[in-house]
């Protein structure tokens, strides 16, 4: 037998300590009171799925999902995100009782890495999913839903960055002369490679008037100063019309200070057909979360009532928001065999005050000295005999 | 002002970078005392340099300790890091080529390839259809074929001099490569403006 490897984890996996995990649990319950005050009603899904069904579909590349394969020869993945099993579920089954759908989550998923540090594999995941209204206000309740849930967890210097699938395609379409040149340049904002971009279209010999416009609109779409800037570069088309509704009713709800409008922000996912958004907060190197409208998700899973949500990283969350303390509420009780019963009543009356209590027997500690130390308060039933 | 952190690589290129910041307009002093200090504050600016070897660069950038940074196009095409790349400084051009022994041809069996930048060479000859197998070097590339340990190396060329001083040719030209202002998803979000300021500045300086 090989030796047991004690402090080692497979790559990318974490304990969860016990200091942390009380501050976890006390996000999970903010963000669960939240959003049940709004209606969502919270989902479990298995950690487990088909490779075929979620695996596939999810936004998630292939070589970062886990995959295990089960007594019947089919391939499984760890569920690496919970939008496609959300999808799943509700297209399967809940839609059929109830439209539109509201729901909430907060779960673990599994990414695999090769990578440093930095990178958990497994993370919890909060977020909303809203199926069935294809409505601006849908698009607009999940953003605005975002909003405040960081703000609820104390979170001040954030941004959420706004864009539209349609509009960026539309510009790519109208200033190219191919659906390859438009779609090798959207590969490029992907990865927000601006240097690669401008070579691109460079190297396309486009007319010139094509040439220059797109190099103005990448310079000016990353940071609009008003959505009239864009009307310059597109030609009037729903997606657009839609975003100006869309920041019409974020206006009117008080949130335009939240928010930025980037109709350069492309996903690698061909899902997500309308607006998308991602969320950066000051502290972390990484976004916060992101979302968007993902009806060809739902129409992959044979449906055409159009989805929208988001969801943000635990794990970052817990990076950029103040720190939490937990209070102490601890107390160590301390018996000896023959005062067993004496003690047992003071260590369920402190319970009932709301205390945790802590409730030991002298002879099973090793040193009762370094235990103590642990506690601020120590209630001690010593020996009569003695 | 917000606090802005540029990560720097170290020796020609913090110097002609650091230049091109001067010609934008930055108020920084004429000489950096260049010892073995690692972070250099700029009080009037609000910028703070931190001194990295090139390869690190990026790695600081994606994890967000830097803001934004300075590196190489082939450190960035080896690491694919996710970092948002702004602007091409034009400065410290070179390209990356594949080099041997004159007149030689990849070996039958197996070729090998001694590189740096083993994902780079990887995906060149995944691209032209040679099966090839890597061994990574961390300098003196050029030895490799002299004494037989690879067909072929891949690496750095600027002038050439040092594959001609060896004995080796060029063979195919890979990739262009000059130094690239990169940025953090996340700062560039969040100091969009004065990384965009930065940027709209250093493009009137490059040449």
Redesign the interface.
Known sequence: MSSIKMFEKPLGMRDTFPQIYEKLELIRTTGRNLLKERGYEFIKTPTVEYFDTVGKASAISDATLFKLVDNQGNTLVLRPDMTTPIARVTTSKLLKEKIPQRLAYFANVFRAQQQEGGRPAEFDQMGIELIGDQSVYADAEVIMTAIDLIKAFGITSFKVTIGHAGVLSCILQDYTESAEQAGKLNKLLVKRNYVGFEEAVHAFDLPKTKSDALLAYIEEAISLPSMETIERYVRKNDALEYMQNLLRILEQAGYEQYIAFDFTLSSHMSYYTGMLFEIFATGSGFPLGNGGRYDGLLEHFGSNVGATGFGLRVDRLYEVMPKIEVENNQVLVLFAADRFAEALIQAKFLREQGKQVTFQAYEGLIDVEALKEQFEVVNEFRSKEA | MTELTIAMPKGRIFEEAYEMLIQAGFNLPEEVEMSRKLMIEIPEEKIRFILAKPMDVPVYV????ADIGIAGKDVLLEQRR?V?????LKISECYIASAGLPNTKLSEIAPRIATKYPNIAMKYYKGIGEQVEIIELNGSIELAPMIGLADRIVDIVSTGRTLAENGLVEYEQIAEVSS?LIA???????K??RI?DLVTRLKTCVK
């Open positions: 994606e994890h967000g300790v996710t948002h790349e702004l602007l091409d690239r953090n998803p996340v700062s560039y979000r969040m969009s403006e965009q």
